[in-house]
């Protein structure tokens, strides 16, 4: 089991990766098709007030024609998909740049940059922020900012309902540069913002199939532990009796062979139990057996252990004075959650995968604190992202060309589940160094 437990962690960020990347496409369909009526109405509503209560003289057929177009595309849209389509990354993009034209060419003809609705041109590359990827966004920025240029030189004039105010050249040119730094910033920020929420919810989701792959795991062995011990009473009757059927039965008699084999084969049944009930409690009373913290850190590097890289593990108290503290003295005990064991074996891993020849667990106590301290050979950490480290897709010492760093993230926030703190530096004489901590009173009272 332990060499599966290896697998799963080893496999967890792979494993993540290809279930996210199942084309579930960007958007679903209907939403586009609802903000899109609502723009056609709104655009309706200012075109027939602006022309009939204002008495605006607007180029009403230009108007239609462009409104129209999208009301054609709408109609479409809503013919060919269904309540649950998504649309690709393409299609998303596509719809959206056609929004951004549809704005923009009514504005041309109702004034270009004179006319104080040109700030609804921000509105689709802002939606795009928030939904398409980085290439996409930057793609509609373009053709935004393109747009809001052309405005600016090329337009119809603002249909005045008298003689109108002409306003200065270089007003015009201040709105249009007003626009397109809006534009640029504002699609920036809400890219990042949502780009960093993104992230942070993928990489959580990623943490707790983790766990929980731990936790099936863990409840797998806590059944094997209830299992031997439920058969171990009626396994040992059959042993008593096949022995005494073997020592009533003479040798010479045609059943004194499947006696001894009987006798065999139930010896062999209760090795196997033996070995299934590792567990030092009964699996009925409490699947996580309580275990000294240094078993802990042997269960989590003995899948990673590899022939080239020496793996020592030291464990010793840290009082000053032992005999006024003999019960603090004493290795903590601690529950074997799978948060704990996790959250160390990832830790563990990283450092082998990295080192040179050698990697150092230490745990140590005292009266306040519990610690294990995992320390490598290897590069170190680069000292840009020594303060970043714990934070998701932030790979520092890859070799990996699939890997989507989220092993620090994993194990920090399954650790952080279980009141630890963790600090990360550079050895003095080259490698990493990992600080797990955590304050005994707290992480021994799990256990009650």
Same mark, same amino acid.
């Given at each position: 089991m332990l060499y599966r437990r290896a697998s799963l962690i080893t496999n967890t960020k792979n494993y993540y990766a290809s279930n996210t990347n199942v084309p579930m496409g960007a958007v679903n369909a209907r939403t586009l098709i609802t903000i899109r009526w609502v723009a056609i109405l709104g655009q309706l509503t200012a075109i027939l007030i602006v022309a009939f209560a204002l008495k605006f003289q607007l180029s009403l057929l230009i108007c239609f024609g462009i409104i129209s177009a999208s009301i054609l595309l709408n109609l479409l849209f809503q013919f060919f998909t269904s309540e649950t389509t998504r649309l690709g990354e393409k299609w998303a993009t596509a719809s959206l740049g056609f929004d951004i034209i549809q704005t923009a060419s009514l504005l041309y003809a109702t004034g270009g940059m004179e006319n104080p609705f040109v700030l609804l041109l921000i509105a689709p590359v802002t939606v795009s922020a928030t939904i398409l990827s980085l290439r996409a966004t930057i793609l509609l920025s373009v053709i935004t900012l393109i747009s809001a240029?052309?405005?600016?030189?090329?337009?119809? /004039?603002?249909?005045?309902? %008298?003689? &109108?105010?002409e306003l200065p050249k270089l007003y015009i040119y201040g709105i249009g540069t007003a626009l397109i730094i809006a534009i640029l910033f504002t699609t920036a920020y809400t890219w990042r913002v949502t780009n960093e929420a993104r992230m942070i919810s993928d990489a959580l989701a990623a943490t707790q199939i !983790?766990?929980?792959?731990?936790?099936?795991?863990? !409840?797998? &062995?806590?059944?094997a532990a209830a299992a031997a011990h439920q058969l171990g009473s009626p396994l040992s009757t059959i042993a008593v009796i096949a022995s005494e059927l073997g020592r009533d039965i003479p040798a010479d008699s045609d059943m004194y062979q499947d006696i001894k084999l009987l006798q065999s084969e139930s010896d062999r049944c209760r090795d196997i139990l033996a070995s299934l009930s590792h567990s030092p409690k009964n699996a009925d009373d409490n /699947?996580? $057996?309580?275990? /000294?913290?240094? =078993?802990? !850190?042997e269960l989590a590097a003995m899948p990673h252990q590899q022939n080239d890289i020496s793996v020592t593990i030291e464990k010793y108290p840290t009082l000053r004075?032992?005999? %006024?503290?003999?019960?603090? $003295?004493?290795?903590?005990? =601690?529950?074997?959650? /799978?948060?704990?064991?996790?959250g160390l074996s990832t830790l563990v891993q990283n450092a082998i995968q990295f080192a040179r020849n050698t990697v150092e667990i230490t745990i140590s106590w005292d009266a306040a604190n519990v610690s294990v301290e995992i320390d490598d050979d290897g590069p170190g950490f680069p000292l840009t992202l020594l303060d970043r480290l714990g934070e998701p897709y932030l790979s520092t010492r890859s070799r990996e060309k699939d890997h989507m760093g989220l092993g620090i993230f994993i194990s920090k926030t399954l650790l952080g589940r279980t009141h630890a703190q963790l600090f990360f530096k550079n050895r003095p004489d080259g490698g990493a160094s990992v600080l797990v901590k955590w304050d005994r009173k707290t992480i021994e009272a799990e256990n009650i």
């Open positions: 240029v052309l405005l600016i030189f090329f337009h119809l /004039p603002l249909p005045w309902q %008298n003689q &109108g105010l !983790a766990l929980s792959r731990e936790q099936q795991l863990s !409840a797998l &062995g806590g059944l /699947p996580f $057996a309580e275990v /000294p913290i240094s =078993v802990i !850190a004075n032992l005999d %006024n503290h003999k019960d603090q $003295a004493l290795e903590p005990n =601690v529950t074997r959650s /799978p948060e704990l064991l996790h």
